[in-house]
C-alpha cells in the first residue's frame, strides 16, 4: 500500500508540474521552469495553513501582470458570464487571462511539512484556513493585477444577490481598495441582472463600495441583463463598446 501511494502521489505531482508548465508556455517568451520555481517555493515544504499571501512575492516579481489601460475586466460571483464573455470577445482582459491566472485557474495545490512535492489532493478547502495556498496566491494575484490597473477599469458584479459588493471578497477586500487614483481614471460597474432581478444599482451595497474608492476615481454604475452579454458575446461585428 504505502508503495502504491507513493507512485500515485508521485504521478499527481507530476502532472500538475505539466499542466504548469504546458499552460505557462503558451505565453511566448516567458521563462516557465523558473516561473515553476518561484511559485513552488512558496508552499512547497510548509503547513498548508500558513502560507501568507506575501510567499508569492517573487512569483508575482517574475511573472508581473501586463497593465493594459482601459481593458481591466474584475468580477466577483460572475465568473462564468465573464470568462464566457472574455473568450469569445477581444475586449478586456480579466486576471485569468493574464500568465499566472491562466496557469493556476480552476487549479488546487499544497505541500506538506517535511516533504518537497506539490499535493493536489488532502489540500485545505477555500474557507478551512484563511492562510491556504490557493486562496493566498489569489489574494497575492489580485493586489498585483490591482495595482497595475489603470485608465477606465470595469467591473463586473452580480445583481441576482442582495449584496452585490461584498466587503469580504477579493474584489471588495483587495482589488477596490489598491486602485490608485493617479493612474485609475474610473471604475464602472456592470451589474449582471437576470429575469428576477434582486439588486439595482441604488443597492445599499454599492454605496459602500463608492466609499471604498480612493478619491478622484469616478465611478459609474449600470445594469445590464445576462442575455445582452451573451448576445454581444456571440456577435463578433458588434464594437466592444457597444456592448452596453
Ligand atoms: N480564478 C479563480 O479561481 C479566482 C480568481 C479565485 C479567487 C479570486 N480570483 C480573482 S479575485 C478574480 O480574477 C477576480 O478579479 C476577483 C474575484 O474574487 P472575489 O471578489 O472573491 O469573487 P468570488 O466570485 O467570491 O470568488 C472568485 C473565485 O474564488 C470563485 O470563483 C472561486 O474559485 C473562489 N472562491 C471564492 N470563495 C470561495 C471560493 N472557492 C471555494 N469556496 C469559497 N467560499
Redesign the pocket.
Known sequence: VGVALGVTLRHENDTFQETFISRCEKFKGSDCQKIWRAFEQAYVGRDPCNVPMEEYNPLVAAAPPQPACNRI???????DVVHDFTEKRDCFG???DTLL?SV???LTWCGKEGSSETFTTGCP???DCEKNP??SF??R??AA?ADAACGDVTAML?GSISTPF?PT???????VKRLNSTRVKSLNVVLVTEQNEVANCTNASLKDLQKELDKGIKYNCKEVEKSQIEECASDPQKPCGACW
Open positions: 475586466m474584475l468580477w466577483s460571483k460572475t465568473k480579466t486576471l485569468e491566472g493556476l485557474d480552476d478547502g477555500w474557507t490557493v486562496r489569489w489574494y494575484a489580485s493585477f452580480n461584498y471578497s477579493i474584489f471588495g477586500s483587495i482589488e
